[in-house]
């Protein structure tokens, strides 16, 4: 059978439709002319040269010929450094990765990773350092403090240090309790509090505001759906605080300052946000945005001062540390966050948190983090489930004002051993108990609370033992162990650098027989090489001890302790 044949399609074009196509682009490139010559650009002019008429032309020329080779010489040995320097860092590439593989091999950690755990703790160390110097300041300079409890978990969120120390202090400085997140739990679960906190300090009730305007936000006249916005606007107990403290400060006949302390994410800067009904305070959702303290002034006669998060202690039980640590969920690594999630899973009903998050049944944290992570969508490539950003989420929702749950009061009141009858009558002095019972149940019967079969029960594990001061033993102590981090890091750095200065030497000698112009750069940089070489034992003692002994204030970026603004309730 004869095959047809096969004809390419033509690429002709009909006249009208060429003559039109290159009528649009002179039309176009007219359009350009016209807009360069608004702009005022034009072509760059070329270099008339020298004229000949000109006196000393040969000399002129003569000048600007050598003057073009030594930019071409310079090129050249820019050129030649550069190309060294690149070859030179790749022999240390090719070292560590060698040195890598090797400890890998043997079953050490790789250096690498030591660095890099080293900087980390570093600036862990230093944030923690500034957050308590912070906070020590605070303390001094108040007369009344209010410790910040987040109604889930009140017991949690008390530190027994701080109370000892304000109990201590000879009845020099009063201690209130507030109890924010109050819509977040139960109204039976809430009374029962309120009941049991009463009987050892002062408490108050209290419901911060968690979308505050700020004053710079645009306002949209465009009209939009109707959204109940008075249980995210409005803030409940601000009143009743205010009054307690204006009543106090005038029994003392003197302006006072009050500070606001507490666990990350309680809600310190939105109570004062609240009070001072602006923005005042930088709230959000991570862990210690407030990294230093900040003074507001309410009245002639009262100031409130805001704090940086009590540092949980590391010797606090594994859900402690993931609900109350000042350390963000973003920086911890994925081993951690399911550790973290498997601490709060353990004090919980499965059931109820089964039926809250609407998954199936499940064997293990892993498990339910890839249900839930399927559920909301989370998925790596190849639909496989995030684990670490599922977790990191989870963690946000406990700690932020989304979750709700709540944990049941001891069945006894056992006074804690600083607390006696004495010093429990002292706190309360000055105070009007009464009027403050009746506001507290005024703002009790105010506010919308999730019905108990909504709200998950959690088992709270007592107090969260914090630092309030800085521990200068255990500061030098942790500065000579990285003193001997630094030695053994030297030795290494010393056996590095001999090597490469022998091979800097072999490759001076090999630069000299080719050209001998370059023994001047190879001398240069064999100094350089011998000078990059890590310092004496005895110099780095002498600084390390230097450093032991004076105290670092630095501030680093943390995470957050606020009651959140723009999250809360937006389903």
Not at 112 to 126: H, I, Q
Not at 149 to 175: I, N, T
Not at 493 to 512: A, K, P, R
Request: aromatic letters at 4%.
């Amino acid at each position: 059978m004869k095959r047809p044949k096969l004809r390419k399609a033509s690429k002709r074009l009909t006249c009208h439709k060429r003559y039109k196509i290159q009528k649009k682009i002179r039309e176009h490139h007219r359009k350009v002319r016209k807009e360069a010559k608004k702009r005022g650009r034009r072509k760059p002019r070329k270099d008339p040269g020298v004229p000949g008429a000109a006196p000393f032309k040969e000399e002129l020329l003569r000048e600007a010929e050598l003057r073009k080779q030594r930019l071409e010489e310079l090129k050249q040995k820019q050129k030649l450094e550069r190309q060294k320097e690149l070859e030179k860092r790749r022999k240390l590439d090719a070292k560590r990765s060698a040195a890598a593989a090797q400890e890998q091999a043997e079953g050490k950690e790789p250096s690498g990773k030591s660095e890099a755990k080293k900087t980390k703790k570093d600036l862990d160390k230093n944030a923690k350092k500034s957050f308590l110097s912070e906070l020590e300041k605070v303390i001094e300079m108040s007369d009344v403090l209010l410790e910040v409890l987040d109604a889930r978990d009140p017991m949690g969120s008390r530190c027994p240090q701080l109370e000892q120390a304000v109990a201590c202090s000879g009845g020099e400085k009063k201690l209130l309790l507030v109890l924010n997140k109050i819509d977040l739990v139960p109204k039976e679960n809430l009374q029962k509090w309120l009941n049991y906190l009463k009987k050892e300090f002062p408490t108050v009730a209290f419901k911060s505001s968690t979308l505050q305007k700020d004053r710079n936000m645009q306002t949209f006249s465009r009209r939009r759906a109707r959204i109940d916005l008075s249980r995210h606007t409005e803030s409940f107990g601000s009143t009743c605080l205010l009054k307690l403290l204006q009543e106090y400060g005038r029994t003392q006949n003197k302006a006072i300052q009050v500070g606001l302390v507490g666990f990350p994410n309680v809600g310190k800067s939105s109570i004062i946000n609240s009070i001072k009904k602006d923005r005042v305070c930088n709230a959000g959702l991570a862990r210690g945005v407030t990294r230093s303290m900040q003074v507001v002034r309410i009245d002639k006669q009262l100031k409130i001062v805001d704090s940086p998060s009590i540092v949980a202690d590391h010797t606090n039980s594994a859900v402690t540390l993931a609900l109350r640590s000042i350390i963000h969920s973003g920086e911890l690594s994925s081993v951690n966050l399911v550790k973290a999630v498997d601490a709060i899973l353990n004090h919980c009903s499965k059931q109820q948190v089964m039926m809250f998050y609407t998954i199936p049944d499940f064997r293990n944290t892993e498990e339910f983090l890839s249900l839930l992570a399927q559920k909301r969508g989370m998925l790596k490539k190849g639909a496989v489930p995030d684990i670490e950003n599922i977790a990191k989420s989870l963690l946000c929702d406990w700690t932020g004002a989304k979750m709700s749950y709540h944990s049941e009061p001891p069945p006894a009141q056992i006074l804690p051993p600083y607390l006696t009858e004495d010093k429990i009558a002292e706190m309360q002095a000055g105070f009007n108990l009464k009027k403050l019972e009746e506001e507290n149940s005024s703002t009790v019967q105010a506010l919308k609370y999730p019905s108990p079969a909504s709200s998950i029960v959690f088992q709270a594990v007592g107090m969260t033992n914090g630092k309030i001061v800085k521990d200068r033993g255990v500061e030098e102590e942790s500065e000579w162990e990285d003193l001997e981090t630094c030695h053994e890091e030297e030795d290494f750095m010393e056996t590095d650098g001999d090597q490469d200065s022998m091979e800097e030497e072999e490759e001076e000698e090999n630069n000299i027989k080719e050209d001998g112009g370059t023994q001047m750069t190879g001398n240069a940089e064999l100094g350089m090489g011998q000078t990059g070489q890590a310092c004496s034992g005895s110099e780095i003692a002498e600084s390390g001890l230097a450093n032991s002994l004076s105290l670092s204030s630095d501030k680093t970026a943390g995470e957050d302790d606020a009651y959140d603004f723009n999250t809360d309730y937006v389903q």
